[in-house]
């Protein structure tokens, strides 16, 4: 299955959805990000009960170099937190990550985070739209007027025993896994959930179809099923069937 991409104009710059579907439990998007992204928190499906919304994990792959801000600086407490928004210093607060071309960084629901300007970033989503935004850098949005914040749901949703994400070389979670594969003849995948491809350096070949640098496949649940290519390179995303 192809599909065509679905860009959304953001305050802060491009959304392109690569791969949604109705009762699809992975959402699959490029942030291009021209300005920096809220600095906000999604909720886990314990920090959910507190807060309200629906649960969502997501990682990234760095598509370009970069910097993300994920997870609290040890010892930070709600109160610091509360305190650092009406200060407008919320940053210092989180660890900073300089990402490189091909870092990935696993994020999970309740853990605060924000993508700096200038960065570019594969991510894959639980496909929840639940965000709380802490502090949005003082701006505004198309009617002039500061964009709504939700503090009190924010430091609700946040787990805060969870540490700062570290670079990983592949993501494994009950909600999806995640991991770059290269291409030098084919490669025998599982098939049995959702397969989502895309192709990060080079094309691969899927049936027959070759997909081109930039495009993205998605292989419903079923039997075993290669792809091959060249000197390529490969970002597999599998998601259990519900």
Same mark, same amino acid.
């Given at each position: 299955?192809?599909f065509i991409p679905d860009l959304r104009h953001k305050l802060w710059g491009i959304e392109d959805w690569l791969i949604s579907a109705p009762g699809l439990p992975i959402l699959i998007k490029i942030l291009e990000a021209k300005y920096s992204l809220s600095i906000q928190v999604h909720p886990n499906e314990t ?32 109160? +610091? ?10 940053? +210092? ?6 990402? /490189? ?65 570290? /670079? ?13 594969? /290269?291409? +030098?003849?084919?490669? /025998? ?54």
């Open positions: 299955m192809t920090t959910r009960l507190a807060s309200g919304g629906d649960a969502k994990t997501e990682m990234w792959f760095a598509l370009s170099d970069g910097v993300v801000y994920a997870g609290l600086r040890p010892g930070t407490t709600a109160a +610091d937190l509360e305190a650092a928004v009406t200060e407008g210093s919320l940053a +210092d607060l989180l660890v900073r990550h300089d990402l /490189k071309t091909g870092d990935i960084l696993f994020v999970p629901g309740g853990l605060v985070h924000a993508v700096g300007a200038a960065t570019r970033l594969y991510e894959v989503q639980q496909p929840s739209d639940t965000t709380f935004r802490l502090f949005d850098w003082g701006r505004v949005g198309e009617d002039g007027r500061p964009r709504e914040l939700h503090v009190a749901k924010a430091l609700a949703a946040i787990d805060y025993d969870l540490p700062p994400p570290q /670079k990983v070389k592949s993501v494994e979670s009950p909600f999806f896994s995640f991991r770059p594969v /290269k291409l +030098d003849g084919s490669v /025998k995948l599982d098939g049995s959930g959702y397969t989502a491809l895309y192709a990060f350096r080079g094309s691969f070949t899927l049936g027959g179809i070759i997909y081109p640098e930039g495009s993205s496949a998605l292989v419903q649940p079923g039997d075993p099923f290669e792809i091959s290519g060249s000197s390529s390179e490969v970002l597999v995303t599998e998601a259990p069937s519900p």
